[in-house]
Nanobody, 121 residues
């Protein structure tokens, strides 16, 4: 049984930073991508960043390139999202997902419950 548990969300002022963590338990296929998505009420969920564990390939949404960094800690089976220079538009519920491809949300098999990020101006 795979479980993904996100943490690290919170409230921050514009320009600030947060680091999200996604701790995975159970067997995760490392030949598939892990990713972060986000969703604002009333809007479609969008891909933020993805990582291919075995080769540390990464993919980012244009809106976060240069500000967000996705990384992994293999022994801890954890994926991180370092978010710098945060903007009010980054306010959303952030989800971790596993066993998918790039930022294609319909390809992901496992999802966490989400962690809220709120950026004030």
């Amino acid at each position: 049984q795979v479980q993904l548990v996100e943490s690290g969300g919170g409230s921050v002022q514009a320009g600030g930073s947060l680091r999200l963590s996604c701790a995975a338990s159970g067997y995760i296929d490392r030949n598939k991508w892990m990713a972060w998505f986000r969703q604002v009420p009333g809007k479609e969920r969008e891909g933020v960043a993805a990582i291919y564990p075995d080769y540390e390939l990464t993919s980012y949404a244009d809106s976060v390139k240069g500000r967000f960094t996705i990384s992994q800690d293999n022994p801890k089976n954890t994926v991180y999202l370092q978010m710098n220079s945060l903007k009010p538009d980054d306010t959303a519920l952030y989800y971790c997902a596993a066993e998918g491809r790039l930022l294609l949300q319909n390809t992901y098999r496992y999802w966490g419950q989400g962690t809220q990020v709120t950026v004030s101006s």
